[in-house]
């Protein structure tokens, strides 16, 4: 099994900065794509960003004011997200896909991080 840990979410005012974490740990053979997604309340879960190998892909709603990045060493991936808009107010779930062995890849999710833009 694989557990994903994030941590980061808060209350920020419109035009703040916040950074998230998500910390990967247990059986992982090797890490593949690692990635964030959110949903707000009655919308469906969708991706923010994601990470495989040198590959990033960003929803457009985040290009130039989000970025992704990963520590492979430490099985983590962060999020900077900047010039919040209260749009971005969602639950942000870390997501990954770890090879558990050399033929099993499984996916798997945080608990989830709740992100609230106000003023």
């Known amino acids: 099994q694989v557990q994903l840990v994030e941590s980061g979410g808060g209350l920020v005012q419109p035009g703040g900065s916040l950074r998230l974490s998500c910390a990967a740990s247990?059986?992982?053979?090797?890490?593949?794509?690692m990635g964030w997604y959110r949903q707000a309340p009655g919308k469906q879960r969708d991706l923010v960003a994601s990470l495989a190998s040198d590959r990033t892909n960003y929803a457009d709603s985040v290009k130039g004011r989000f970025t992704i990045g990963r520590d492979n060493a430490k099985n983590t991936v962060y999020l900077q997200m900047n010039s919040l808009k209260p749009e971005d107010t969602a639950i942000y779930y870390c997501?990954?896909?770890?090879?558990?062995?050399?033929?099993?890849?499984?996916?798997?999710w945080g608990q989830g991080t709740q992100v609230t833009v106000s003023s």
């Open positions: 247990g059986n992982i053979f090797s890490m593949n794509t």
């Open positions: 997501n990954a896909n770890a090879w558990v062995t050399a033929l099993r890849r499984d996916e798997y």
